[in-house]
């Protein structure tokens, strides 16, 4: 049974670019939270996504969007890349929406903005 | 607005002892979980154990447990017999009214072979 899996591990970008990063959620899970967590922090939400709309969203600029497709995989975009979005930006999937649902976390894609 | 504070932002243990994490938190909800998960370096979140507000019970797992002090808001994990792979960042979670989890900072577990 594959757990989450995100793609790329490492990326390193220059300001001003683009990203788009990519994660599969576990096996019977249908729905997908980005979270970005800075050096020596907590993870902060960025957004949820359900049946391929986006559910809820914390206090990220519009740059930060995304997207789930028919399989529940999802992307997350950034545009126009600051130094500060430099961080590591977990994928968590969980079975619906539940209060007491875990949420099962890929590794991470870390990204650096130079 | 739910807040979660972990105030030891470094905790270490001799391998084989106990150790006691902190975490207090804020919630107007009167039912809700409560989660410990830990980052080990290989940077993956994994769950630790989970508490459901509404029942008295502390909940264990293995070597984990938790004291839940629902009262005083209070949420600490207990790690009995410490282990080397015990090692990793402790986030304590809450979720909010929206689902989305409240971190904590992390108290990073630091075991003294």
């Known amino acids: 049974d594959a757990g989450v899996t995100q793609s790329p591990t490492h990326l390193i970008k220059t300001r001003g670019q683009q990203v788009t990063l990519r994660c599969s959620p576990k096996?019977?899970?249908?729905?997908v939270s980005w979270y970005q967590q800075a050096l020596g922090q907590g993870p902060q939400f960025i957004f949820q996504?359900?049946?391929?709309?986006?559910?809820q969203r914390g206090n990220f600029p519009d740059r930060f969007s995304g997207h789930q497709f028919p399989n529940y995989s999802s992307e997350l975009n950034v545009n126009a890349l600051l130094l500060g979005d430099s961080a590591l930006y977990l994928c968590?999937?969980?079975?619906?929406?539940?209060?007491?649902?875990?949420?099962?976390f890929g590794n991470g894609t870390r990204l650096t903005v130079t | 607005a739910q807040t979660v504070t972990q105030s030891q932002p470094e905790m270490s243990v001799q391998e084989a002892e106990t150790v006691t994490l902190s975490c207090t938190y804020d919630?107007?909800?009167?039912?809700?979980?409560l989660f410990w998960y830990k980052q080990p370096p290989s940077r993956q979140m994994i769950l630790v154990i989970r508490?459901?507000?509404?029942k008295q019970q502390n909940a264990t797992e293995n070597r984990f447990s938790v004291n839940f002090q629902k009262a005083a808001k209070s949420f600490s994990l207990k790690i009995s017999d410490s282990q080397l792979g015990d090692a990793a960042m402790y986030f304590c979670?809450?979720?909010?009214?929206?689902?989305?989890?409240?971190w904590g900072a992390g108290t990073k577990l630091i075991i003294k072979p």
């Open positions: 096996s019977g899970h249908d729905t």
């Open positions: 968590a999937s969980s079975h619906t929406s539940f209060q007491g649902s875990p949420l099962h």
């Open positions: 979670a809450l979720p909010s009214e929206t689902y989305q989890l409240i």
């Open positions: 508490q459901e507000a509404y």
């Open positions: 996504y359900y049946e391929e709309e986006e559910r």
């Open positions: 919630t107007s909800e009167s039912d809700y979980y």
